[in-house]
């Protein structure tokens, strides 16, 4: 079984950078595709980017390109998503999740709240 | 604006059904068989109900089915328990540069 868990909140004032960590248990990290979502308060889902396995490369949503970074590290089995140049929209929970072969996502983490506030 | 058109909020009493839709277009819904439906309770990470359209994750009630016909997917939830009360997202592929697109959810209240 899949475990994801995620680093503590984060509190940041705008422009700074954020850099949240997903830690993978019960399989390796090279074995799965990971991403992530996040979720304004009160607000829906929003997918960020991911690795896609079928082209071996990560994959950013337009709106973030630029912006955001997500990086692996294999030898713990950690994943990490960095967002810089951060402004009050960017508060929201950061899921990280596992991507099965048809774009679901089948394992979340549990969340970690970022909050942007001068 | 979310690339999935849910309703805001559906509701139903228990043992009754309830249907929640799903609609995009034909770069997304209608185009592939990758649909998945979430349930996300307050507070709580989203949880995987249903995939590629239909099939139910081991563990998820046969209570939760999923379709689909054109470019609407449709999530029906049988023999309502006060448990379901939740937000439901969807989910595709979708074929344009965003590659995953979501619903903006669906709030189910048990009456």
């Known amino acids: 079984q899949v475990q994801l868990v995620q680093s503590g909140a984060e509190v940041k004032k705008p422009g700074a950078s954020v850099k949240v960590s997903c830690k993978v248990s019960?399989?390796?990290?090279?074995?799965?595709?990971m991403h992530w979502v996040r979720q304004a308060p009160g607000k829906g889902l929003e997918w960020m980017g991911g690795?896609?396995?079928?082209?071996?490369?990560?994959i950013y949503a337009q709106k973030f390109q630029g912006r955001v970074t997500m990086t692996e590290d294999t030898s713990t089995d950690t994943a990490y998503m960095e967002l810089s140049s951060l402004r009050s929209e960017d508060t929201a929970v950061y899921y990280c999740?596992?991507?099965?072969?048809?774009?679901?996502?089948?394992?979340w983490g549990q969340g970690t709240l970022v909050t942007v506030s001068s | 604006q979310s690339a999935l058109t849910q309703p805001a909020s559906v509701s139903g009493s228990p043992g009754q059904s309830i249907t929640i839709s799903c609609t995009g277009t034909?770069?997304?819904?209608?185009?592939?068989?990758?649909v998945s439906w979430y349930q996300q309770h307050p507070g709580k990470a989203p949880k995987l109900m249903i995939y590629?359209?239909?099939n139910r994750p081991s563990g998820v009630s046969n209570r939760f089915s999923g379709s689909k016909s054109g470019n609407t997917a449709s999530l029906t939830i049988s023999g309502l328990q006060a448990e379901d009360e939740a937000d439901y997202y969807c989910?595709?592929?979708?074929?344009?540069?965003?590659?995953?697109?979501f619903g903006g959810g669906t709030k189910l209240t048990v009456l």
């Open positions: 999740a596992t991507i099965g072969h048809s774009w679901f996502f089948d394992y």
């Open positions: 690795f896609d396995p079928e082209d071996g490369e990560t």
């Open positions: 034909s770069s997304d819904v209608g185009g592939y068989n990758y």
């Open positions: 019960g399989y390796t990290l090279t074995e799965l595709s």
């Open positions: 989910s595709s592929y979708t074929s344009s540069s965003r590659y995953v697109v």
């Open positions: 590629e359209v239909s």
